[in-house]
């Protein structure tokens, strides 16, 4: 199914989500020491993640299906409890969790909170979300120069 327009920007920027996850997936893989990739999910969440979800928070809004915006809400305190507890250990198994975590979120937005969006609200509401949008999403940047995935 076609992505509304108005939440284009949101699902490009999940693309690049993915990717994150993949390439954390593909350090653990390759034995990757556990600063090198904390040091790029710290960058990746200071440089786009943290501000997608402060985005999400903000455009995104009340929809009658508190259930799924309970879960956005509930899987967006579990992703910045996993950095945080990241960053207090070393549990080389905290990496994976983050990453199956982004994953997982990523893909319940995409296939379960987004087309909710597009079939509840209204032409002018998604405009409206687009249109804030415009106004203060940037494109995403992983320019990570530690290419520890390849």
């Known amino acids: ?25 593909q350090g653990i893989k390759k034995n990757v020491s556990y600063d090198r990739i904390k040091k790029y999910i710290n960058y990746y969440w200071q440089e786009n993640l943290s501000r997608h979800f402060e985005i999400e928070d903000l455009v995104l809004p009340e929809t009658g299906n508190n259930i799924l915006q309970i879960q956005m809400e509930k899987e967006h305190i579990e992703i910045r409890k996993l950095i945080n507890t990241m ?11 983050f990453a199956n975590a982004l994953s997982s979120h990523i893909r319940f937005e995409e296939r379960m909170y987004f087309p909710h969006l597009e079939e509840y609200l209204s032409d002018e509401k998604m405009n409206n979300i687009g249109a804030q949008l415009e106004q203060i999403h940037q494109k995403e940047n992983d320019s990570y120069q530690d290419e520890f995935w390849k």
Request: aromatic share 6%.
């Open 87 to 97: 960053n207090q250990t070393k549990d080389i198994r905290i990496l994976g969790d």
């Open 1 to 25: 199914m076609k992505r509304n327009e108005n939440l284009v920007p949101l699902s490009r920027d999940h693309h690049f989500g993915l990717l994150c996850s993949w390439k954390i997936r």
